[in-house]
Structure formats: C-alpha cells, structure tokens
C-alpha cells in the first residue's frame, strides 16, 4: 500500500526544471522577437550563484540592477548564430506570470534566414535534468527542438 501511496506521490515532491524559449522573426521588420519563460524561483538561485548576491525578481529592491543580472545571465547561456554569423539581442525587459519569469530581447532586422544554431544552457549549472525547449518561426515555419542537460545546443534549418 505504501508503495503505491509513493509512486501517486513522488511527482508532487519532485519538481520538473524546464524553460522555454521561443524565437521568431516578424515578417514586416524582419526582427527576431525572443521570449524566454523561466521559473522566477530557478532563476533567482541562478542569479545569486553566478553573481553572488541575493535577487528577487518579483519584487525588486533595485529593478535596474535585475535587469542588468538577467539580461547578462541570459545572454551568457543563450546564444544563436544566424546563418552562421553570431547573433546579438538587445534585451526588452521582463515580466512575471504566474511562477514564472517572461525575458524578451530583440535582435536587429536580418536577411533571409536559412539556419539558426541555438547554444542554450539556462539553469545547467544549477539542475542535472534541466530541460530547455526552444521553438522557432521563420516565415510561417515552426521547429522545435528540446535541449536536456548536459546537451545544450541544437541546428534548425528553414
């Protein structure tokens, strides 16, 4: 009995660690909007472990300087190659919904895109079965792919 009171159970007390990150380019602008969903809490640790000092994202004591943070721990573990050229963004700002923490960035307008190579290892360091989804639009075509600890890149082609 016991036994199948822990198997109904250990879900619940064992949490699932993923983020999603979505990119797509808009078709008049030619811009690559990106949106990175990321559990606030994951993030937080993250943040205090990389810069040694204590976040809270929902409510900031100094929004600025959260902002700085998570715009260059994304930045450090999120990285895309347009084409073969390594991409820069520029980072929007962020957002909460619910338990979790909406990062956007915007690249500037790009050519026609034929391949875009994803290095993405958000929260790596901090969860050995950290998953990252990432699902790009180009031209009316979506791919998805999901990237799990410790594989952190991917090729899409369009």
Not at 87 to 96: A, M
Not at 144 to 155: E, H, I
Request: with cysteine; proline share 4%; hydrophobic share 40%.
């Amino acid at each position: 009995m016991l036994n199948i009171l822990l198997i109904y159970l250990l879900p619940i007390f064992h949490p699932f660690y993923v983020s999603v990150t979505e990119i797509t380019q808009d078709p008049k602008s030619k811009v690559l909007q990106i949106s990175v969903r990321v559990f606030f809490d994951d993030l937080e640790k993250a943040l205090d472990h990389q810069y040694k000092e204590k976040v809270n994202i929902l409510k900031p004591v100094d929004r600025k300087k959260v902002d700085l943070l998570l715009a260059d721990y994304i930045r450090k573990h999120l990285q895309l190659k347009v084409n073969q050229q390594n991409l820069s963004f520029k980072y929007l700002g962020y957002e909460i919904e619910e338990d979790a923490a909406w990062c956007y960035f915007e690249s500037p307008a790009l050519p026609a895109i034929k391949n875009i190579e994803v290095k993405n290892d958000l929260l790596f360091a901090e969860h050995e079965s950290q998953s990252n989804m990432i699902h790009v639009t180009v031209n009316g075509k979506r791919k998805s792919t999901k990237l799990d600890n410790p594989k952190s890149s991917a090729s899409l082609f369009f």
